[in-house]
């Protein structure tokens, strides 16, 4: 949560709210965000070249930080009553 204020005030990512009560955000990179992507890179390119078992990962789906998932297809835990 921290890390996420000082990247708010930083002007690093673009709080969006989607909830009132309670309050909730979602986030996006702002254009300053985005304009780290190179230094990002530099730095995963870094790792692999001089840290050994070291990988980039597969590119994850695009969400807002903060997006709750899509409803469908959650996972109950069993013995859990069903909505009416």
Same mark, same amino acid.
């Given at each position: 949560?921290?890390?996420?204020?000082?990247?708010?005030? $930083?002007?690093?990512?673009?709080?969006?709210?989607?909830?009132?009560?309670?309050?909730?955000?979602?986030?996006?990179?702002?254009?300053?965000?985005? $304009?780290?992507?190179?230094?990002?890179?530099?730095?995963?390119?870094?790792?692999?070249?001089?840290?050994?078992?070291?990988?980039?990962?597969?590119?994850?789906?695009?969400?807002?930080?903060?997006?709750?998932? $899509?409803?469908?297809?959650?996972?109950?835990?069993?013995?859990? $009553?069903?909505?009416?």
């Amino acid at each position: 949560m921290v890390a996420a204020r000082r990247a708010r005030h $930083a002007g690093i990512i673009e709080p969006t709210r989607y909830s009132d009560r309670p309050a909730r955000y979602s986030y996006r990179l702002s254009e300053q965000g985005r $304009a780290l992507g190179p230094v990002v890179d530099a730095l995963a390119d870094w790792g692999v070249a001089h840290l050994p078992d070291t990988r980039r990962r597969e590119a994850a789906p695009t969400r807002a930080l903060g997006t709750p998932p $899509a409803k469908s297809g959650r996972l109950r835990p069993s013995g859990s $009553a069903q909505p009416q």
